[in-house]
């Protein structure tokens, strides 16, 4: 079964901007600067609704951690709920550039699943 665009989509994914990981202008991304911290990086595969990444966020602010999700409309709610700095998102179109995701930050990142 298909989802439904959520109702007024691009203007609350403008919202929730903030929390995308910025890209250099071949859309690798850039976790340099990312954060205001030198922390370690955790990273989620399929994060779905991010329930248990936000939820571990919460938890364990010492921690920077990123979810990759491909499908906008099934993260966006909970982003909107989002209101700690330790979070953040890969855009869904950067979904398919995660081989190149991974190379850059195989050195910082984490993965957990």
């Known amino acids: 079964m298909r989802m439904r665009p959520k109702k ?18 071949d859309g690798v991304v850039q976790l ?12 989620e595969i ?14 364990e602010p010492s921690v920077n951690y990123i979810a990759l999700e491909k499908m906008s409309n099934v993260i966006l709610t909970p982003l ?12 869904p179109s950067l979904s398919k550039s995660f081989p190149q995701i991974l190379k850059v930050a195989s050195q910082k990142i984490s993965v957990i699943s």
């Open 8 to 25: 007024n989509r691009d203007a609350r994914m403008e919202k929730v901007n903030h929390l995308f990981i910025p890209t250099n202008e």
């Open 32 to 43: 340099d600067g990312a954060y205001d911290n030198n922390n370690e990086f955790f990273l």
């Open 46 to 59: 399929g994060c779905g609704k991010g329930g248990f990444i936000i939820e571990v966020a919460k938890r």
């Open 80 to 91: 909107e709920e989002v209101n700690f700095t330790s979070f953040s998102i890969i855009a």
